[in-house]
Nanobody, 115 residues
Framework: QVQLVESGGGLVEAGGSLRLSCAAG????????MGWYRQAPGKERELVAR???????NYGDSVKGRFAISRNKLRNTVYLQMDSLKPEDTAVYYC?????????WGQGTQVTVSS
């Protein structure tokens, strides 16, 4: 069983920045993919940014150029730096990890951007 611990959400004004982090624990091995998705009220969950199974980084179209994902492989931790935030970025952000064909999700952290 993999537990994902998220932190860093909150309330910020438009144009501001936030940094999210997600830790899977140092003992987790065989991580194939890890990253972030988000879900706004009334909308489907969508990709924000992730390290794919081939090692490449995928970004959602709406965040390209504003958000940046990074990771600490030794600590199995991923970070999401969010800059130039917009009200439409308001959502619950979920950490995601794929391991041995199984998907794991964090509990979610709320990000609210005021106009």
């Amino acid at each position: 069983q993999v537990q994902l611990v998220e932190s860093g959400g909150g309330l910020v004004e438009a144009g501001g920045s936030l940094r999210l982090s997600c830790a899977a624990g140092r003992t987790v091995v065989n991580i194939a993919a890890m990253g972030w998705y988000r879900q706004a009220p009334g909308k489907e969950r969508e990709l924000v940014a992730r390290f794919a199974t081939d090692g490449r980084i995928n970004y959602g179209d709406s965040v390209k150029g504003r958000f940046a994902i990074s990771r600490n492989k030794l600590r199995n931790t991923v970070y999401l730096q969010m800059d130039s935030l917009k009200p439409e970025d308001t959502a619950v952000y979920y950490c995601f990890l794929q391991r041995l064909g199984t998907d794991y999700w964090g509990q979610g952290t709320q990000v609210t951007v005021s106009s």
